[in-house]
């Protein structure tokens, strides 16, 4: 009953190094989403990936790259990290038709990014 | 454009006395409304859905929500409060019209809802 993993959980860096979220799931979704949060801000999407082999920019995709490695894997990447970016990271799937009219996201536990 | 209004960022209540949260929407359409819960440090779960069925929408942990299309309303209540129930809760409208799938969902800010004994 894994749903949806992100690693890492907790990571800090300085201006300007780079890393990668990474996040799977479980449930043979078709869609994967990465979303920040941030207080009073509530969820705005980065980047979404409809179906394997594909990506798309979301919101606030600045700063951003992302790779939908396969129908499983979904990563995240911050090539030159700025403080701007210090947030809460979540990956969510779905179902790719379910999304317009459920709405069910499946999310992870989340990724605290802190940018020195 | 569709959007979402919370319009509380905190609420506090005591535990077994009535909780509402309100969110107000906007949409060109009729909208699929949703709220999210999210327990502290943990990822978002959903709650309940309304997607153009029974006005009166059940959901899990005795919460419920109601669609008033005349008010553009979907607030959350549930009769007694409970200590688990604190959390941040999350309105969320779907354009159905959305191009492209991924950008069908409009999160609101947030409500922290604190509950004390």
């Known amino acids: 009953n894994a749903g949806v993993t992100q690693t890492p959980k907790f990571q800090v860096l300085k201006t300007g190094q780079s890393m990668t979220l990474q996040c799977a799931q479980d449930?043979?979704?078709?869609?994967m989403y990465w979303y920040r949060q941030d207080p009073g801000m509530g969820l705005r999407l980065i980047y979404y990936?409809?179906?394997?082999?594909?990506?798309d920019k979301g919101e606030v995709p600045n700063g951003y790259n992302v790779s939908r490695l396969n129908k499983r894997e979904f990563s995240l990447r911050l090539e030159s990290a700025a403080p701007s970016q210090t947030s809460v990271y979540f990956c969510?799937?779905?179902?790719?038709?379910?999304?317009?009219?459920?709405?069910?996201?499946?999310f992870g536990e989340g990724s605290r990014l802190t940018v020195l | 454009a569709q959007s979402v209004t919370q319009l509380d960022s905190h609420v506090s209540v005591s535990e077994g006395t009535p909780v509402l949260l309100r969110c107000n929407y906007s949409?060109?359409?009729?909208?699929?409304l949703f709220w999210y819960v999210q327990h502290p440090n943990k990822g978002l779960q959903l709650l309940l859905k309304?997607?153009?069925?029974?006005?009166l929408v059940k959901g899990i942990n005795g919460f419920e929500a109601e669609f008033k299309k005349s008010e553009t309303s979907f607030h959350l209540t549930k009769p007694s409060a409970h200590m688990s129930d604190a959390a941040e809760y999350f309105c969320?409208?779907?354009?159905?019209?959305?191009?492209?799938?991924?950008?069908?969902?409009?999160f609101g800010k947030g409500t922290t809802l604190s509950v004390s004994s």
């Open positions: 969510a799937s779905s179902d790719l038709r379910a999304v317009d009219h459920t709405g069910e996201l499946f």
């Open positions: 449930m043979n979704h078709n869609s």
């Open positions: 990936s409809a179906s394997e082999g594909t990506t």
């Open positions: 949409s060109s359409y009729s909208p699929s």
């Open positions: 309304y997607t153009s069925a029974a006005t």
């Open positions: 969320v409208v779907s354009d159905r019209k959305a191009n492209q799938a991924g950008t069908a969902l409009i």
